[in-house]
């Protein structure tokens, strides 16, 4: 079974910075694809950027040149640090990973979701 840990989250003035990491545990054989999504109340989950193994990257356009996706392999972590934030990046935010366990099926996981709320 694969678990998925968040940390990060917090409180924030608009302009501010946060860093947010997403860390695997349990028996991870492989993990493919991973990233963040966001979650404002009452919407729907977004996707705000994925990178895959080999490190290639894509992002939402509402936080093109203001959010920065990584992964650590060896780690199995992603991160997302996230600068000049706005009110409207106020949100559950949560990883996601393809990955594998030792049923070797690649399945996506999700965090339990870090909370982001970002004051004006």
């Known amino acids: 079974q694969v678990q998925l840990d968040e940390s990060g989250g917090g409180l924030v003035q608009a302009g501010g910075s946060l860093r947010l990491s997403c860390v695997a545990s349990?028996?991870?054989?492989?993990?493919?694809?991973m990233g963040w999504y966001r979650q404002a109340p009452g919407k729907q989950r977004d996707l705000v950027a994925t990178?895959?193994?080999?490190?290639?990257?894509n992002y939402a356009e509402f936080v093109q040149g203001r959010f920065t996706i990584s992964r650590d392999n060896a780690k199995t972590a992603v991160y997302l640090q996230m600068d000049s934030l706005n009110p409207e990046d106020t949100g559950v935010y949560y990883c996601n990973f393809q990955a594998m366990g030792l049923d070797y099926t690649m399945r996506d996981y999700w965090g339990h979701g870090a909370q982001v709320t970002v004051s004006s």
């Open positions: 349990g028996h991870v054989v492989r993990i493919n694809d």
């Open positions: 990178i895959t193994r080999s490190g290639r990257t």
